[in-house]
């Protein structure tokens, strides 16, 4: 039986310091690193991780999650739907015939993960109901791993975990046994962000250029936890991704029940609820807050101004 080391990799700079460590330790042919893609991502992410399999002579495994049976299920269960009562909000539970017609025009799989997801669950995932991470990353990750465990190997499982991260972070073990076969082992956890950068200015290898570029992470473009300024930062650098989140928020909401979903849920500057919600929390909207200062009250000049040929790094990589 041998030991595997999979390393799950982002494009982002703690993933590669994982990566680099890792391949450090034990031989390449041991180490495998593992790419969950989202269909949320920005193209200097795919850029990034070929330049990562250039420089340092190594294949990403890249996994794709697919719902379309989620999806065929979801159609079959609207088509049919004849329940009776309501819900705890005293809302008929039944789809009616006009959501259930809109419904089933627009719920067809598109072949983007984060989309497909998105229109089987009839909204986008939010800070309380965050299953994007497990539908899209973890599951996939967890599958992938215990495949290789039913085929007879031990797996390590490297995660690029840092403490400081969040408050959720913050007591992350350094190794664990998950299972008799499967173990993390997290090698960054009491390193800073500014040790990951001259780790990897060490090792030759360039950040992902999203770094000079107003984000402070890489992940999904935008993540639905984006902050205020990071979203303002995407409106000016990146605006064909906020055309794709319309249009992603026209699709979602045509298939959701309600006829509504938006992808941030900021519960900006309204308390109302249904529509009053999606019209606060619409991309545009949102948009329009980031660019905004004290509390959404007044026009943020430096925010609705960012010169996109400017380098802007939050972690002030940018001499
Ligand atoms: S990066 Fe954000 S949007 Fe993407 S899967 Fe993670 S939590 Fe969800």
Redesign the pocket.
């Known amino acids: 039986m041998s030991v595997l080391h999979v390393v799950s990799v982002s494009g982002g700079k703690d993933s590669d310091a994982t990566l680099l460590l890792a391949l450090m330790r034990y031989p390449k042919a041991r180490v495998i690193p593992v790419f969950c893609d ?1 269909g ?1 991502e920005h193209d200097a992410v795919y850029q990034h991780l070929d330049y990562i399999e250039l420089a340092i002579d190594i294949k990403i495994t890249r996994l794709k999650a697919n719902f379309d049976q989620q999806i065929a299920r979801k159609r079959l269960f609207i088509a049919r739907d004849q329940r009776t009562g309501r819900d705890a909000r005293g809302r008929k539970l039944r789809w009616s015939n006009k959501a259930k017609r809109r419904a089933l025009a627009a719920l067809h799989p598109t072949g983007n993960p984060y989309l497909d997801l998105c229109l089987w669950k009839g909204r986008f ?1 939010s800070r309380t109901a ?1 299953f ?2 497990q539908e ?2 973890r599951d996939l990750l967890v599958n992938y791993q215990m495949d290789l465990i039913d085929s007879g190997h031990r797996v390590v499982s490297w995660q690029g975990i840092r403490r400081d991260e969040s408050l959720n972070r913050r007591n992350a073990k350094k190794f664990e046994r998950l299972n008799p076969h499967l173990y993390a082992y997290r090698p960054l956890v009491d390193w800073t962000a500014i040790d990951v950068f001259a780790f990897l200015k060490e090792q030759r290898i360039m950040p992902n250029e999203l770094y000079f570029q107003g984000m402070s992470r890489v ?2 473009m935008p ?3 984006a902050g205020k300024a990071e979203i303002a930062q995407i409106a000016a650098r990146f605006p064909d991704h906020i055309a794709r989140i319309t249009e992603w928020e026209q699709k979602v909401s045509a298939a959701s029940k309600r006829g509504y979903s938006t992808f941030f849920n900021k519960e900006l500057h309204d308390s109302r609820k249904d529509r009053h919600i999606y019209a606060a929390n619409c991309i545009d909207e949102v948009i329009r807050y980031a660019r905004t200062s004290h509390g959404g009250r007044q026009y943020d000049l430096f925010a609705s101004h960012i010169d996109t040929n400017v380098c802007a790094s939050a972690y002030g990589l940018c001499e």
Do not use: A, E, F, R
């Open positions: 989202t949320n995932p965050q994007c991470t899209l990353k992940g999904c993540c639905i936890n």
